[in-house]
């Protein structure tokens, strides 16, 4: 498989740890989108610096899984610029392409590859030198190491998006993108996922994390962008988000959304019959 890929350069060095004066890995200027009559984005920019984890959130049909597809790649650009680590996602394609890793919501493998080939494929497609022992690591990290021989299609909900966790580490991105990243894990795959998301930002890797688990937000993020009917309501640390928008000083992290997307979700809502007084 090596030989397919042999016109590519290899992969750069991974970035240096958190520094908030490194400049952005990720640029988004302008992003709009429509399907038929829905504007899904509009008008969308934000940046992710390298070692940091923004936290996208917003009620459904908000437009995060759109703004990820787009900036992943899969979906054209419409209007606006994305630009990976200074390279345009339009103009210099590969070179932005080989720098990000996008886990979506419903990952879905090749159904004739076993898990062990997708890591050799991964390692193939992105170059990445002394690959085994890495896939080795990741395979145990995942708790794949006993599927390693298995099919693509033979994976339930959950390995399926294990897999694609050591697909996306395997090349050492400097962007990630995650879609709901925990759904579909046990709680052992939910801890381990959580600690590499963790361990990843900490390595420099510029991170997006859309999720409507506002706790998991609230725990990783070190930035949030909120966004509603496809447009930008917030951008900022979650220390600004409590200042700028709480309701109430010591308001939650559910508060502050419900704020940020309308009052008439705090109205229409009962109180949480489970929340603990
Ligand atoms: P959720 O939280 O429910 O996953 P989201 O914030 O990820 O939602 P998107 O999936 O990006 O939102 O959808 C944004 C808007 O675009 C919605 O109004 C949705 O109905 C619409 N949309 C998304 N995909 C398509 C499509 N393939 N065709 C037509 N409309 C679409």
Avoid at 82 to 106: F, I, Q, Y
Avoid at 108 to 134: K, N
Avoid at 179 to 208: F, H, N, Q
Wanted: with cysteine; net charge negative; aromatic share 6%.
């Amino acid at each position: 498989m090596d030989d397919l890929f042999d016109s590519l350069p290899p992969a750069d060095a991974p970035e240096p740890m958190h520094d908030p004066a490194a400049p952005p890995a990720l640029v988004v200027r302008g992003l709009a989108k429509s399907y038929e009559d829905t504007q899904a984005l509009v008008d969308l920019s934000f940046e992710v610096r390298p070692g940091e984890i923004l936290g996208l959130v917003g009620p459904n049909g908000a437009g995060k899984t759109t703004a990820l597809r787009t900036i992943a790649g899969v979906l054209p650009i419409e209007s606006g610029q994305v630009s990976v680590c200074g390279h345009d996602l339009v103009a210099d394609d590969v070179e932005a392409k080989r720098r990000l890793g996008w886990v979506p919501d419903d990952p879905q493998p090749f159904d004739t590859l076993t898990v062990a080939e997708h890591l050799e494929f991964t390692a193939a497609l992105f170059r990445v030198a002394d690959w085994r022992g890495r896939a080795e690591s990741l395979l145990e990290r995942f708790e794949l190491i006993e599927k390693r021989d298995a099919l693509g299609g033979e994976l339930s909900r959950g390995m399926r998006q294990k897999l694609a966790f050591a697909c996306t580490w395997l090349p050492s991105p400097r962007l990630v993108l995650l879609d709901e990243p925990l759904s579909g894990l046990d709680p052992r795959g939910i801890r381990a996922a959580r600690y590499a998301i963790d361990e990843l930002a900490k390595e420099g890797t510029a991170v997006i994390l859309s999720s409507h688990l506002l706790e998991l937000i609230q725990a990783l993020a070190s930035r949030l962008l909120i966004v509603d009917k496809g447009r930008k309501v917030f951008d900022g640390t979650l220390e600004e988000a409590r200042t700028d928008l709480a309701p109430n000083p010591g308001s939650s992290l559910e508060e502050i959304f419900f704020a940020a997307t309308g009052e008439r979700v705090l109205d229409a809502l009962p109180a949480d019959p489970t929340a603990t007084p």
